[in-house]
């Protein structure tokens, strides 16, 4: 449980720095929350990690990243897939 609460938490923490225009900061974090993914329970985890890829997506789109931007979605479209 605490592995989702740090992956939340850096949820939030990535929302505060896209708020301050921070994309790199925030992508910084997410990645960060990606490492949580495999500890968090099944049940939750396909969930947290689509929001997070795609999270990722947007900050990227904001940087003008376009090919980061894509990638990121792609791997949220095919996590989500994968889980129904």
Do not use: K, T
Request: glycine share 4%; aromatic share 10%; hydrophobic share 50%.
């Amino acid at each position: 449980m605490e592995y989702e609460q740090a992956a939340r938490f850096l949820i939030l923490a990535a929302e505060n720095a896209a708020a301050r225009f921070a994309y790199r900061d925030c992508i910084q974090v997410l990645q960060h929350a990606l490492e949580f993914i495999p500890r968090i329970q099944a049940q939750v985890r396909a969930e947290l990690e689509s929001q997070i890829l795609e999270f990722i997506g947007d900050a990227h789109y904001a940087l003008g990243a376009m090919a980061e931007s894509a990638a990121a979605y792609e791997s949220a479209a095919s996590r989500a897939a994968r889980q129904g």
